[in-house]
């Protein structure tokens, strides 16, 4: 399931990082009293109720060197194009401003649901300010204190009332569905056209999520693949191309709807840090993923070329360990034929299953070999493993007492369980539990 995302749009200094982090329950966004002091995580996931939901701070959103109110414009009209519900804050201590007005400008533009929130509102007494806000044209404003915590239910119950009632997209369990991530210009959308153009067999354009991103599906070899478009090529401009937060925004949609995350790098530009993070998108939501080192083509090299790129994305990518490394062109279309075969296995392994004699045989050979540690003298027993889940292939270790598992032990575990069976191109997860 596809979850729906809210925005957070406002003036500067109403207080859209003190409210994306409450929504969230924790500290992510930096919170100033100066304006346009948020430059930290602009995006987190959190949940109301029965509703699990992505939320932006736009707030977070750098332009760089734009005038005032063209950052405004430029911030607001980015959530526009993501978001499914809007919550358009403002400050009731202030009243209604030019900015105020200037925003709500943007937001009659869009068809998306807009609610209004008068954040600063700390006591009842305060309520009287919030009859201006009636002119901005979204209806009755929510009274809100970020501060306090205030109101906070009220506004998330309006904005759950707009949220798409089904993002699912159906598609069949063997269909494997793959997207391209990575900073701009690295050659994602160069790389889907050069999978398209050399193996294509069926090809159509389908509707994907609310904000009309293009899923492409195709068979090639008897196999059906759904390639998830991240790429942003329904939307050009400088802010977008320049953006890289954007690119993080587009991401995270597309990683959710994913089997295999496909992590792209420009050869000729090396690793950066955006590379990293967005790769840790990818780990944390134990997607299977496969690294792609793009226009290998534009580079000059030696037999020993391939091999030491290869070592420095492994000490930058300690936590993809376990991804596969594709080295190819997509301008050229040399080596894109390795691709596929390198998605179907690291899509094999991420819906693996394991049977449950064979899989403790593998630990109590490794608990022999490396036995358990202890800890004020009680030692960790082992009783028995089980698999309970796949994408990502997930295994409980039944212990007497789960807090003797130390991480190092837990890591050795999950070792022996890679050496025993593989996993290649697949997180696997590895929790201690009490045995009743």
Same mark, same amino acid.
């Given at each position: 399931m596809v979850k729906p995302v809210i925005a957070i749009v406002g003036r500067p200094n109403v207080g859209k990082s003190t409210i994306f982090n409450r929504i969230v329950g924790e500290r992510i966004s930096i919170v100033e009293d100066i304006p346009g002091v948020t430059r930290d995580r602009i995006y987190s996931s959190g949940e109301w109720l029965t509703h699990d939901f992505n939320i932006i701070d736009t707030g977070g959103i750098d332009i760089g060197d734009e005038p005032f109110l063209e950052q405004i414009r430029q911030q607001a009209e980015i959530a526009i194009d993501?978001?499914?519900?809007?919550?358009?804050?403002?400050?009731?201590?202030?009243?209604?401003?030019?900015?105020?007005?200037?925003?709500?400008?943007?937001?009659?533009?869009?068809?998306?649901?807009?609610?209004?929130?008068v954040n600063k509102i700390d006591n009842p007494e305060m309520r009287e300010?919030?009859?201006?806000?009636?002119?901005?044209?979204?209806?009755?404003?929510?009274?809100?204190?970020?501060?306090?915590?205030?109101?906070?239910?009220?506004?998330?119950?309006?904005?759950?009332?707009?949220?798409?009632?089904?993002?699912?997209?159906?598609?069949?369990?063997?269909?494997?569905?793959?997207?391209?991530?990575?900073?701009?210009?690295?050659?994602?959308?160069?790389?889907?056209?050069?999978?398209?153009?050399?193996?294509? &067999?069926?090809?159509?354009?389908?509707?994907?999520? +609310?904000?009309?991103? &293009?899923?492409?599906?195709?068979?090639?070899?008897?196999?059906?693949?759904?390639?998830?478009?991240?790429?942003?090529?329904?939307?050009?401009?400088?802010?977008?191309?320049? +953006?890289?937060?954007?690119?993080v925004l587009r991401a995270l949609r597309a990683i959710e709807r994913s089997d295999v995350v496909l992590v792209v790098i420009n050869a000729?530009?090396?690793?950066?840090?955006?590379?990293?993070?967005?790769?840790?998108?990818?780990?944390?939501?134990?997607?299977? &993923?496969?690294?792609?080192?793009?226009?290998?083509?534009?580079?000059?090299?030696?037999?020993?070329?391939?091999?030491?790129?290869?070592?420095?994305?492994?000490?930058h990518f300690l936590f993809l360990s376990y991804a596969p490394i594709v080295f190819l062109s997509a301008k050229t279309k040399k080596r894109v034929h390795t691709l596929l075969p390198m998605i179907n296995v690291a899509s094999?392994?991420?819906?693996?299953?394991?049977?449950?004699?064979?899989?403790?045989?593998?630990?109590?050979?490794?608990?022999?070999?490396?036995?358990?540690?202890?800890?004020?003298?009680?030692?960790?027993?082992?009783?028995?493993?089980?698999?309970?889940?796949?994408?990502?292939?997930?295994?409980? &270790?039944?212990?007497?007492?789960?807090?003797l598992m130390h991480f190092s032990y837990e890591r050795f575990l999950e070792n022996r369980i890679r050496d025993a069976f593989g996993f290649e191109g697949t997180p696997i997860k590895v929790y201690a539990r009490e045995r009743k």
């Open positions: 993501e978001a499914d519900v809007i919550i358009f804050l403002t400050n009731g201590r202030e009243g209604v401003t030019a900015a105020d007005e200037e925003v709500a400008k943007i937001l009659y533009k869009t068809k998306k649901p807009v609610v209004l929130a300010q919030m009859y201006d806000f009636y002119s901005l044209g979204f209806g009755e404003p929510i009274p809100i204190s970020g501060s306090h915590g205030l109101g906070l239910g009220d506004l998330l119950d309006e904005a759950a009332k707009h949220f798409p009632k089904n993002q699912q997209h159906d598609y069949d369990e063997d269909v494997i569905k793959f997207s391209l991530i990575g900073r701009p210009n690295v050659g994602k959308s160069s790389l889907v056209n050069a999978i398209l153009g050399e193996e294509r &067999v069926i090809v159509s354009d389908i509707a994907g999520t +609310t904000r009309d991103a &293009v899923d492409s599906p195709y068979t090639y070899d008897g196999q059906e693949y759904v390639i998830i478009d991240t790429a942003g090529m329904r939307k050009k401009g400088k802010v977008y191309e320049s +953006t890289e937060k954007y690119s000729e530009e090396g690793i950066i840090e955006q590379d990293k993070k967005i790769a840790g998108y990818a780990h944390e939501a134990g997607r299977a &993923v496969v690294i792609v080192v793009n226009k290998w083509d534009a580079i000059e090299k030696d037999e020993k070329t391939m091999k030491e790129l290869e070592q420095k994305i492994r000490e094999e392994n991420h819906s693996r299953r394991v049977q449950t004699n064979v899989l403790n045989d593998v630990i109590m050979d490794a608990v022999a070999m490396n036995p358990t540690p202890t800890d004020k003298g009680k030692r960790l027993k082992i009783y028995y493993v089980t698999q309970v889940a796949v994408k990502p292939p997930t295994f409980v &270790v039944f212990v007497n007492e789960p807090e």
